[in-house]
Nanobody, 123 residues
Framework: EVQLVESGGGSVQAGGSLRLSCAAS????????IGWFRQAPGKEREGVAL???????KYADFVKGRFTVSHDNAKNTLYLQMDSLQSEDTAMYFC?????????????????WGQGTQVTVSS
């Protein structure tokens, strides 16, 4: 059974940093695209960053230069380092995985999802 478990969310002041983790079970980064998505209250879900099967990363324009994806193969964990956080980054953050789908957007079609971790940025 594929499992994705996010952690690392919390409350931080604007300009601060957080590192989210996505611990994956029964999938391998070389075979699955892993995406970070977020959803704020009253807004649609949006893609934040991708880790592609070839190791490439892709970012949404609104996080470029502030967020960084990395991974630890030994722990089978993907990280999202978030710096220079802004109040607009407040949302529930999810990681998602799929063998065939690998694109930013609203995450529709991704087969596996974690339960999410809340990020709250106060100004």
């Amino acid at each position: 059974e594929v499992q994705l478990v996010e952690s690392g969310g919390g409350s931080v002041q604007a300009g601060g940093s957080l590192r989210l983790s996505c611990a994956a079970s029964n999938i391998y980064f070389s075979a699955y695209c892993i995406g970070w998505f977020r959803q704020a209250p009253g807004k649609e879900r949006e893609g934040v960053a991708l880790y592609e099967t070839n190791g490439r990363t892709k970012y949404a324009d609104f996080v470029k230069g502030r967020f960084t994806v990395s991974h630890d193969n030994a722990k089978n964990t993907l990280y999202l380092q978030m710096d220079s956080l802004q109040s607009e980054d407040t949302a529930m953050y999810f990681c998602a995985a799929d063998r065939w789908r690998c694109e930013l957007g609203d995450g529709q079609g991704y087969n596996y999802w974690g339960q999410g971790t809340q990020v709250t940025v106060s100004s």
